[in-house]
């Protein structure tokens, strides 16, 4: 994987490790290659199916930013909110993210007992800091995708059916210990690593840190908009050196590990590399001649031009005429249909485009969002035009200032146009208590029958179900309400 060529760092060159995993908690760990060969793991999770696409698919896809596309039924349950508990992509996500968190869980188990003199107690913390940010990061996904989840927080054995069966904790407790493990980060992990941006980018900083508490804050059902703030201006002032650069060069395929990237998965192509391009991209691109996947919608293309968003919309969507049947677009051979275009090259199921796990962009407009919700209007104004004015856009029109719920709406808005295929929005929308309504009010017209499709979407249906293997394996888990 193409974390474990990347995680090194200044003095001690592990570009050779690969990832411990028979190594478990009956494993004592002696060397200081084991433990950050153990951190290679947890950090490899980052290339697991949920982070490739599957976090599009149900941030993305089950909004209003794009249709299902392709052909697979599953994905069909998620883009028309019909997702039901067997659906085998909640059972997937749901182990692989927990099995991300046995890894790091296994770090900061093992970090504090390794005497090998080769690992300095600076290098220690930082090891420590890094896990708790990756169980933190883990968490956050967990908590958003499905309410309150079990807590698991040291080494278990698989076998043992008492350390298995674990209930839920509650979305407060949840989001307690992200908290927690984050605070533990920011006071352990350096703001760089160093001078090379590969290794700066790869890795946890306190500027990530600092960065996912800020979003953990806003989430939580009851927003802290001052400690949002707070570790924004921690993110702001952090000599990493944060900047909002060209938009088109974020996702034009040449310009990753860049000063506004936060952290990003460091795929290299190849061997490797990402599978996801090559399931979005259209055929003059990725070769192939079937339906590809998240296709954008009607309401983003109108979005988009109706900001006269050019140059986020050209970068974000690539018109091209093919020869299968879009429902949506056309409905017939030989339509313009839309692609997802945010990767720029497939490369035969391997290719070097990268998604942004944390960037700068995302966190300049919830600092308006914060500042917003403090009632500072103006304020909150001035950075969304930050946004706005490095893609040609004029400032935000004055109405934007009227209320907080305009300022908010502006927000909300703007983050759409800014963040789309980048598995945002159905928490966007959440986190603003808007996906009900946005989802109902659409008129996606499914040109089979000229009607709109109806999306029924219900308070219920914003978390995800608990997955029904899931459910079957622990006796404790209790199901979120029926979607």
Known sequence: MAVLALLSFSCNDFLDLSPISEETEDVAYERLSQLEAALTGAYESFQNEYHVWDNVLFQDVRSDNHYAGGDNPEVFQIDLLTISATNSRLFRNWSDIYNAIAKANVVMDRAPQVTDPLLTEERRM?????AHFLRAWNYYVLVNKWGGVPLILEPVNSADTESTNIPRSSVEEVYAQIQTDLDVAIANLPDTYGGNASVNKARATAGAANALAAKAALQHPSPDYNAALSFIAAVESSSANYQLIDYTALFDGNNYNNAESILEVQYLGGNEGNFGPQLLLPPSISGDTWRKFVTPSTDLVNAYNSENDAIRRDATILFERVNWV??????????????????????SWASSNRPYILRYGDIVLLKAEALAGLGRLADGGAEVNRIRSRV????????????????????????????????????????????????????E?????????????????ILLPIPQEEMGRNASLTPNPAN
Do not use: C
């Open 126 to 130: 930082q090891i420590i800091g890094e």
């Open 445 to 461: 017209i499914d040109r089979r029958t000229g009607q709109p499709t109806n999306y029924n979407m219900t308070e219920a249906k």
């Open 326 to 347: 879009d429902e949506y677009w056309g409905n017939a051979p030989g339509s313009d249909v839309p692609f997802a275009y945010k990767w720029k090259s497939a490369d």
């Open 392 to 443: 040609n856009l004029p400032d935000l029109i004055n109405a934007a200032y009227d209320s907080q719920a305009a300022m908010m709406d502006a927000i909300l808005n703007e983050r759409r146009l800014e963040l789309a295929q980048e598995a945002q929005r159905w928490d966007d929308l959440v986190r603003h208590g808007m996906v009900v309504p946005v989802m109902n009010s659409l008129s």
